[in-house]
């Protein structure tokens, strides 16, 4: 599960081939989530309400290079980092 970026203890990482729709995966101490790309919704779990924020301040900001990460890791198993959150 290859990490895409992380910040302020927050960890962001997608799975090779993973089911849709496209989505990553954060950690953040005992907290586990995955958000969805294209809605920034969570799918699954909860987040303190400060971390969502920042996490989804990121992930607006980077949306098609979270787009970009899901294809080529569903493709050809390579993905580029993401700068965090400054």
Do not use: Q
């Not at 990460?69 to 965090?84: D, Q, V």
Request: with cysteine; hydrophobic share 40%; net charge positive.
């Amino acid at each position: 599960m290859p990490e895409i970026c992380r910040f302020l203890g927050i960890i962001i990482t997608m799975y090779f081939k993973d089911h849709d729709p496209p989505h990553s995966h954060m950690r953040y101490g005992e907290h586990r989530a995955s958000v969805a790309i294209a809605s920034l919704e969570l799918r699954t779990r909860k987040l303190p309400p400060r971390v969502l924020g920042l996490l989804t301040e990121w992930a607006e900001l980077h949306r098609p290079k979270l787009m970009e990460n899901w294809t080529t890791l569903a493709t050809g198993g390579k993905f580029k980092r993401i700068a965090p959150l400054v």
